[in-house]
T-cell receptor, first 114, second 115 residues
Framework: EAEVAQSPRYKITEKSQAVAFWCDPI?????LYWYRQILGQGPELLVQ????????DSQLPKDRFSAERLKGVDSTLKIQPAELGDSAMYLC????????????FGPGTRLTVT | AQKITQTQPGMFVQEKEAVTLDCTYD???????LFWYKQPSSGEMIFLIY??????QNATEGRYSLNFQKARKSANLVISASQLGDSAMYFC????????????FGAGTRLTVKP
């Protein structure tokens, strides 16, 4: 069964350092999402891609966060510089399209900023 | 703006019993989808069930059913015959089908199944 891949699974970094997360969606899925989930809360959307284009990044803190999906397949989410408040689970999800389709989630990257 | 409310931070249920997890939502759109996800301690989000706003029948998937009351804007998840493996966080989510279709999640309910 096809799955969304994410790496690394765990990341510990010091504040002010740069960190990057990678996501490979299910083959053929045009829509890709990055979510941030703070402990004890539900996921919050950071950015949504349709193919290689950003559809929604209204909740992405653009002063320190960036995301790209250059070829419309895999995607990278970067934080520079990391802050203590960025400690969270970062989840990637993909869907066939932006409509009613179910979103398939990857295992997530748990980030700890010290 | 969308808002998803899950009023039960934690729930306990005896193994083999049924349990209902509450979810209410707020939207002015007529066309939307409602989702339930399970998140075990390992962290991945597992899709459980989907209900469209125009679906007249309540969705069912195995031991999961969605009690959809459109007028009350509620979409409660019912798990029948609870199993120990059902212990996890459960999230209700909604996506309005206009606009960017982004999904909004509730704060979640932690379900513990007791043997």
């Amino acid at each position: 069964e096809a799955e969304v891949a994410q790496s690394p699974r765990y990341k510990i970094t010091e504040k002010s350092q740069a960190v990057a997360f990678w996501c490979d969606p299910i083959s053929g899925h045009a829509t890709l999402y990055w979510y941030r989930q703070i402990l004890g809360q539900g996921p919050e959307l950071l950015v949504q891609f349709q193919d290689e284009s950003v559809v929604d990044d209204s909740q992405l803190p653009k002063d320190r966060f960036s995301a790209e999906r250059l070829k419309g397949v895999d995607s990278t989410l970067k934080i520079q510089p990391a802050e203590l408040g960025d400690s969270a689970m970062y989840l990637c999800a993909s869907a066939r399209g932006p409509g009613q389709d179910e979103q398939y989630f990857g295992p997530g990257t748990r980030l700890t900023v010290t | 703006a969308q808002k998803i409310t899950q009023t039960q931070p934690g729930m306990f249920v005896q193994e083999k019993e049924a349990v209902t997890l509450d979810c209410t939502y707020d939207t002015s759109d007529q066309s939307y989808g409602l989702f339930w996800y399970k998140q075990p301690s390992s962290g991945e989000m597992i899709f459980l069930i989907y209900q469209g706003s125009y679906d007249e029948q309540n969705a069912t998937e195995g031991r999961y059913s969605l009690n959809f009351q459109k007028a009350r804007k509620s979409a409660n998840l019912v798990i029948s015959a609870s199993q120990l493996g059902d212990s996890a966080m459960y999230f209700c989510a909604m996506r309005e089908l206009g606009g960017n279709n982004d999904m909004r999640f509730g704060a979640g309910t932690r379900l513990t199944v007791k043997p």
